[in-house]
T-cell receptor
Framework: GQQVMQIPQYQHVQEGEDFTTYCNSS?????IQWYKQRPGGHPVFLIQ?????EVKKQKRLTFQFGEAKKNSSLHITATQTTDVGTYFC??????FGKGTRLHILP | NAGVTQTPKFRVLKTGQSMTLLCAQD?????MYWYRQDPGMGLRLIHY???????AKGEVPDGYNVSRLKKQNFLLGLESAAPSQTSVYFC??????????FGSGTRLTVV
């Protein structure tokens, strides 16, 4: 069945450093979504990518969808303490990666 | 406020007991989903529905049943709870295979 792999599982960065998480699918995806879950909270939708090679930005966050539509990345520039949480990718609302937990060191 | 509402928020069950988790959405979404979240395992899909009266199995359906008798409600049932079903359960809904709106979760402990 379809699998979505996400790396790394954990990431500790100093406040102000950049952060990237990667998502890889075993099959071609019609779309990919990114979610953020704060500690103790529920997943919150961030963005959806649909087109091959698509790049979208939300302030300090940059999302990319691979040309083959089998991989994606989320890059955060100059992390802040408010970025703490777990970031998930999901293929078509169905299959979620295991997430990358981001911890910010002050 | 519009959104996805899950009840109850917390529950402790004894092994072998049954219970039903309720998910309600008021956004007229066709698609609804039940996930469980365990430490280090991410979100795993239990069952989903693409419309009223339809349900389908996800990754980890064993031990659970679901029903979608009304478009706005998606029920998750545990017939005979086991300690392995201790988890946080999230319901979500969406228009299609797109932006999922999640409820705040139900924390279930089976002792």
């Amino acid at each position: 069945g379809q699998q979505v792999m996400q790396i790394p599982q954990y990431q500790h960065v100093q406040e102000g450093e950049d952060f990237t998480t990667y998502c890889n699918s075993s099959t071609t995806l019609s779309n990919i979504q990114w979610y953020k879950q704060r500690p103790g909270g529920h997943p919150v939708f961030l963005i959806q990518l649909v087109k091959s090679g698509e790049v979208k930005k939300q302030k300090r966050l940059t999302f990319q969808f691979g040309e083959a539509k089998k991989n994606s990345s989320l890059h955060i520039t100059a992390t802040q303490t408010t970025d703490v949480g777990t970031y998930f990718c999901a293929g078509g609302s169905i299959i979620f990666g295991k997430g990358t937990r981001l911890h910010i060191l002050p | 406020n519009a959104g996805v509402t899950q009840t109850p928020k917390f529950r402790v069950l004894k092994t072998g007991q049954s219970m039903t988790l309720l998910c309600a959405q008021d956004m007229n979404h066709e698609y609804m989903y039940w996930y469980r979240q365990d430490p280090g395992m991410g979100l795993r899909l239990i069952h989903y529905s693409v419309g009223e009266g339809t349900t389908a199995k996800g990754e980890v359906p064993d031990g659970y049943n679901v029903s979608r008798l009304k478009k706005q409600n998606f029920l998750l049932g545990l017939e005979s709870a086991a300690p392995s079903q201790t988890s946080v359960y999230f319901c979500a809904s969406s228009y299609s295979w797109t932006e999922g709106i999640f409820g705040s979760g139900t924390r279930l402990t089976v002792v």
